[in-house]
Structures are given as structure tokens and as C-alpha cells.
């Protein structure tokens, strides 16, 4: 009798499993993001034959029966280098993007128009394009609602990823005065909770705010992660699990740390540190992972005059590498499956230091040189004509192997092969990457990228390297004049 009784309580089990199964099958079929967050990975043969609806479910059965949760990533920053390599690999990933242009609104209307990124690999015929999610825009001259709604959804997400690439001033924080003033744009607490559940129900979840994001990334981060802290601490979201990863691709020396200890500063001044668990869930289910997005992506010389158009012009190298988890939480990385060109990998370090002070060294490098040679060629000077001058590429190759790679770590990974790489890059001819856009933000660039070979060269050899502190001593001096472009290269 024992065993039959035991037989029929497992049968029980078996079937009130396999209802809850059905069940949660049921409820994710019926949710569907809003129209501007969904992904179309439908073949265009399909497509074709689907309304938007339809091939929305398509998707989303897809990544239900793959066995993958649903991810989302909201994406500050719309520059080349976003829209040539992290939002197509994230795409690529079955990730439903959101990117949040903040500042201008042209690129942002474009892409939200096309819901499409269009890129050109140089060496490729024809231009590449992938469907994904449309923009949000911050700005104040645009629909302020619908950047409160995208955060919304997204944050509704099992999986949740924030991205960005601001450039290196992108981590600055305003002045004190306004740096108080701006947690006054944040949502009400149980209107914003009330959003959320919707969200999750599939039910339109527009916010009574008419306040914008602040242009200020740090800034807009600490509110984005306040949202997101009350959807897992209200238990709102489908999952006991949740992930959340930030992952910025800013040029700076452990970027995810720096970033981290921007806006823990930043709630502070707010007096969020005071809010009950909010510092916890920063800290220890929040995941900060430095990366490094390697491509030289340029917007094309023929769409100068037209900023509504958003094609970009890319190399054929790519490699975004992204700091992976820690081991217990590797299984929910929404990264770890993703393309050739996302690299999760414990070593992030050891890559940027490579990239930057060979790569971007170079880069700003020529562009001191240029200057002080009187901008040669004009505004139309790029890298790889500037390069092919005898005087310029023998300056270069001695500032490279004399000075900038022997200051490198000696465990640094393949650091003669990737400098040979680098040299091969910049001299690819087609893309028109112009000294005019790499000279935004000089100054901050010299700091970020040959300061760092400076004092390390003089560290392990005792002596001053020529070339390194003539480019880089008159800049550190108080009130070195900014060299501004009139083009940027990115947001």
C-alpha cells in the first residue's frame, strides 16, 4: 500500500509540474514586448508573409522553445562605434534593444523611423542591415514619455543589460547644485510600481512624468537602476532569478569600477543610500563588468549634411570583450552564447590595456602630430593618407616599438602580433577616418591614452621617453587649451 500510495503522490507531483510548465508556457506566449522593443529575427522570406504581430510571436515562441530568457538592454550612446558593433552583436544575440540617444535627436529619429542599423564592412559588397528595437530619446524637445516607458519595459525583463559608450567625459558628473536638482525628475514610487506590473501584464504602462532623463550618464544610470531595484524588490518580474549587468564601453581604466563608484557617490548627494536594500542590490545582484569594444566604425563622408542618415563604415576586425561572471552566475549570462564577435572572458584587462595604448595611442598620437604641423590637408586629412607620409609613418613606428610597447606589462598577451595588427588597421584603405572626428575631446584622450604609457615607461626604465613627453607634458599643464572638432566621432 506504502509503494502505492508513494506512486500516486509522485504521480501527483508529475502532473501539478507539468501544469505549472504549461502553464508559464502560456503566460510567456501571451507576453509580448511593445512595438518599439521587439527584435525581428524572422527570415525576410518570412517576414514577408507575417504581419508585425505575428512575427513578433514568431520571435518570441523562439525564445521560449531555445530554452533562453528573455533579455533586454538599454543602450545609452548612438555613436559609430554602437551602431558598427555592440547593437548588431547584441541583436545578433536575440536581445531586444533600446538605445537612448542624450543629446540631439536626428539620429534618434532615423533609427526609431528605420528600426533598422545598416552597416558596411569594408571589403563587402553592399551595406549590412539588422532589424532591432527603436531609439528613446532624452532629449527635452522629444516625447520625455517614451524614455520613462522603454526604461519601464525593459526593466520588466527577466534579464536586463545597460550599455553604453559615452566617450571618456562621458562618467563627469554636473556640479553640485545641479547634480541635487536632478533626482526631482524621477517618477513617482507607486506610480512607477504600478507601471511595472503592467508592463509585466503586457498592458500600457505610461508614466504621469514630464521630466527628462539627465544628459549626465552616471546620472541616468542611478535612476535606471532604481527602477529596476523595484521591480526585483517588489518580486514584480516572471523569475525568481533575475540578472542585471552593466556593461560600459567607455575608454577608461576599469571602467565598470570607476562607473560603479561614479554613481554610488551620486546616490549619496541624493540620499538614496538611505532607501532600505537599494545599496545591497547594488552591490551584490548587480553585476559591473569592465568591456572593450574593438572596431573602428565611421560614419561615412557623404552623409555629413544629411544627420538623419545613420549608416556606418566598419573594418572587418571586431571584438567586443565583456568581463565574464563569476562562475555560480555564469549560467544567466544572456552574453555567453552570443557571436564570434562577443568575447566573455576573465582577461578584459590585460586586452584594454593592449588596445588603448597601442591602437588609440596611435590614433591620438597622429593627431597631435597633425596639429602642430598645421593641420595638413585640412579638415578632410585622414588616417591611413596621413600615414602613408615617409616623415609621419617613421615618427610613428619609433613612437610605437621605442616607446609605447616596451611600456607595456611583460604578461601582456601577444602585445609584437597585435601592434603589427594595429599598424595594418589604421592603414586599411577605404574607411574615411578623418584626424578632424578623432580629435574631439584631445585632451582627455591624451590623458586617458599616452599618459598612462608615460609614467609606465618611466616607471620600469627609469628615463623619460622623447616622443611620449612631447606630446604629452604640455597638455597636463593648467589651462591647456581643448582641441575641438567640428565633427565628434561619437556620443
Known amino acids: 500500500m506504502s509503494a502505492v500510495r ?27 514586448l511593445p512595438e518599439y522593443l521587439r527584435v525581428s529575427s524572422v527570415s525576410p522570406s518570412r517576414r514577408a508573409s507575417c504581419s508585425a504581430r505575428h512575427a513578433a510571436s514568431i520571435t518570441w515562441q523562439k525564445l521560449i522553445s531555445s530554452g533562453q530568457a528573455q533579455t533586454a538592454a538599454l543602450c545609452f550612446g548612438t555613436g559609430p562605434l554602437m551602431r558598427g558593433l555592440v547593437l548588431p552583436a547584441l541583436a545578433r ?195 559591473w563588468r569592465v568591456s572593450l569594444a574593438d572596431r573602428i566604425c565611421v560614419q561615412p563622408v557623404a552623409q555629413e549634411t544629411r544627420a538623419s542618415d545613420h549608416a556606418v563604415d566598419v573594418e572587418k576586425f571586431a571584438q567586443w570583450a565583456v568581463e565574464a561572471l563569476p562562475e555560480s552566475s555564469a549560467a544567466s549570462d544572456p552574453l555567453q552564447n552570443a557571436t564570434s564577435e562577443v568575447m566573455v572572458t576573465h582577461s578584459v584587462h590585460h586586452l584594454f590595456d593592449r588596445k588603448l595604448r597601442i591602437l588609440d595611442g596611435i590614433h591620438t598620437a597622429l593627431v597631435e602630430h597633425w596639429i602642430r604641423a598645421a593641420r595638413p590637408g585640412g579638415d578632410r586629412m585622414t588616417v591611413d593618407a596621413y600615414l602613408r607620409q615617409p616623415d609621419v609613418r617613421q615618427w610613428v613606428d619609433r613612437l610605437l616599438w621605442t616607446e609605447i610597447v616596451p611600456s607595456l606589462a611583460p604578461d601582456t598577451p601577444d602585445v609584437q602580433s597585435f601592434a603589427l595588427q594595429a599598424m595594418e588597421r589604421l592603414q586599411a584603405h577605404g574607411i574615411d577616418h578623418r584626424l578632424a572626428a578623432i580629435a574631439d575631446n584631445h585632451h582627455a584622450k591624451v590623458r586617458t591614452r599616452l599618459l598612462p604609457s608615460l609614467r609606465s615607461y618611466e616607471e620600469r626604465f627609469g628615463t623619460t621617453p622623447d616622443i611620449l613627453s612631447t606630446i604629452v607634458r604640455p597638455l597636463l599643464t593648467v589651462g591647456a587649451p581643448e582641441i575641438t572638432a567640428q565633427r565628434k566621432s561619437s556620443e
Open 6 to 32: 508513494r506512486t500516486s503522490t509522485t504521480s501527483t507531483k508529475r502532473r501539478y509540474s507539468h501544469s505549472r510548465q504549461r502553464e508559464d508556457l502560456c503566460v510567456l506566449r501571451r507576453t509580448q
Open 93 to 287: 544575440a536575440n536581445v531586444h534593444v533600446v538605445a537612448i540617444q542624450q543629446t540631439g535627436k536626428d539620429l534618434a529619429t532615423a533609427l526609431a523611423a528605420s528600426q533598422t542599423l545598416q552597416y558596411r564592412v569594408i571589403g563587402d559588397p553592399g551595406p549590412t542591415e539588422l532589424h532591432v528595437g527603436s531609439l528613446a530619446n532624452s532629449c527635452a524637445s522629444v516625447d520625455t514619455h517614451r524614455v520613462w516607458d522603454a526604461i519601464v519595459v525593459a526593466c520588466s525583463n527577466p534579464s536586463l543589460l545597460v550599455v553604453s559608450n559615452s566617450t571618456e567625459q562621458g562618467f563627469v558628473v554636473p556640479d553640485s547644485v545641479t547634480l541635487r536638482a536632478a533626482s526631482e525628475c524621477f517618477p513617482d514610487e507607486v506610480e512607477l510600481v504600478q507601471a511595472l506590473r503592467a508592463a509585466v501584464a503586457s498592458q500600457p504602462c505610461a508614466l504621469a512624468c514630464a521630466a527628462s532623463l539627465p544628459q549626465s550618464y552616471p546620472l541616468a544610470l542611478a535612476m535606471v537602476l532604481r527602477v529596476r531595484f523595484f521591480a526585483v524588490s517588489n518580486r514584480i518580474l516572471r523569475t525568481r532569478y533575475p540578472h542585471t549587468s552593466v556593461i560600459p564601453c567607455e575608454l577608461v581604466h576599469r571602467n565598470a569600477d570607476v562607473l560603479r563608484d561614479t554613481v554610488l557617490r551620486v546616490l549619496k548627494v541624493w540620499k538614496w543610500d538611505e532607501i532600505p536594500g537599494l545599496m545591497n542590490f547594488l552591490s551584490k545582484e548587480v553585476h
